[in-house]
């Protein structure tokens, strides 16, 4: 009986210039140096697994133990992720897929230099000559060889090609990059989007221990807290990662309350000795 081929790998190479991607700087200025960790073990579940892995609503639990950090910075991190480009977000939206275009070709690269076998079927992100070219026999990569006929004509030789040049093609100047469009989102348009993302509102819940009627009562005081003291966000991420912490104060103040329902202590006011006749205050 044949050997499951094993899709997985033992281990994937770290860059020394990993700091320098521009996605990595972005996801530390937008998350912090916690979502480095997230990431880099994230890659880890991945690559042991292939070159993807389907979403878990028990994933952030197993990263959470893992790493030290909530659910909800977990659920932070990942959506980060997918809006610098760092995961694939047509796929996790279309099918659940957690991979990326750079983690492929990391894969594939690994699959060729170590000459192994491993194919990249499935949700595939790359061009199809590359994710064809990953399996062959003995690790090597396959070429398409030219089918040959037992026609008689076949053993005529073909006209030479021509020696023709093509012609060059001129450089264009390579236009500038448009500078990235500045968040403008108001408290008011962030409420219904952030209440939108069930997977992050559930995870809120969960950790705060409150239920989804609570949490859309603490929403609107949360929006309420921000046009008083006139804050604005940096992004939505910001926006979440604010009401996080706020909502943290927020519940433990509520716990220190005083009960409305219950009655104050009275004060007693004392009691003043009567005055006993013949020894008056005012002479006579």
Not at 32 to 51: D, E, F, P
Not at 179 to 205: F, H, K, N, R
């Amino acid at each position: 009986m044949a050997r499951t081929i094993k899709q997985g790998l033992d281990y994937f190479p770290f860059d020394v210039d990993f700091y320098q991607d521009l996605k990595i700087r972005k996801l530390i200025k937008y998350q912090g140096g916690k979502a480095i960790s997230v990431y880099t073990l994230l890659l880890c579940i991945i690559y042991r697994n292939g070159y993807y892995i389907r979403w878990d609503k028990e994933l952030p639990f197993m990263i959470s133990e893992l790493t030290g950090y909530t659910e909800a910075n977990i659920q932070e991190v990942i959506e980060c992720c997918m809006n610098i480009g760092l995961l694939s977000r047509e796929l996790f939206e279309s099918e659940g897929i957690l991979t990326s275009k750079g983690i492929q070709a990391r894969y594939a690269g690994i699959c060729s230099s170590s000459r192994r076998r491993g194919t990249i079927a499935e949700y595939s992100l790359m061009p199809r000559k590359s994710a064809d070219g990953v399996t062959g026999s003995k690790g090597k990569k396959t070429r398409h060889q030219p089918q040959q006929t037992d026609s008689k004509d076949s053993a005529v030789s073909a006209p030479p090609a021509s020696k023709e040049k093509a012609p060059r093609k001129k450089k264009t100047a390579e236009r500038p990059a448009d500078p990235p469009a500045e968040y403008s989102l108001t408290v008011d348009q962030e409420i219904p989007l952030m209440a939108g993302e069930q997977i992050w509102a559930e995870a809120i819940c969960k950790n705060h221990s409150i239920s989804a009627d609570e949490f859309r009562q603490f929403m609107e005081k949360f929006a309420l807290h921000c046009k008083s003291g006139d804050v604005s966000h940096s992004s939505l991420s910001d926006a979440k990662r604010h009401f996080n912490d706020w909502l943290k104060y927020a519940i433990k103040n509520l716990s220190n309350a005083p009960d409305a329902n219950k009655p104050s202590p009275q004060r007693r006011t004392p009691r003043r000795a009567p005055v006993k006749p013949g020894c008056g205050l005012i002479e006579d």
